[in-house]
């Protein structure tokens, strides 16, 4: 991650988004049940852009799903950040308060 540019998502489910504090460092929340939210990210990103998406803890599920619309739609650089968000907390990597 630290030599590409990301899209970096957060897909946390809305209870576990609202009770954190704090987000992956410069991440765009998105809620991964908000199908038409899925696809104004998709109208306007465009396809060959990196991105990762991210869920809580070690449960990738979420963010694989998501991951999986994108790529449904032409997107072939997507991700889902293995660990979810505690991974890469726990790596050392930057967070910053909840936007």
Not at 72 to 90: I, S, T, Y
Request: charged share 25%; with cysteine; glycine share 6%.
């Amino acid at each position: 991650m630290e030599q590409e540019k990301f899209i970096i998502l957060d897909l946390r489910q809305p209870d576990a988004y609202e009770s954190s504090q704090e987000q992956i460092k410069g991440s765009i929340r998105l809620d991964p049940n908000d199908n038409e939210a899925i696809q104004r990210m998709i109208d306007n990103t465009d396809k060959n852009a990196a991105i990762v998406g991210y869920c809580t803890w070690h449960n990738e599920y979420t963010s694989a799903r998501v991951a999986n619309i994108f790529v449904k739609h032409g997107f072939r650089n997507v991700r889902a950040l293995q660990g979810g968000m505690q991974a890469f907390k726990d790596a050392g990597y930057p967070m910053e308060p909840k936007k």
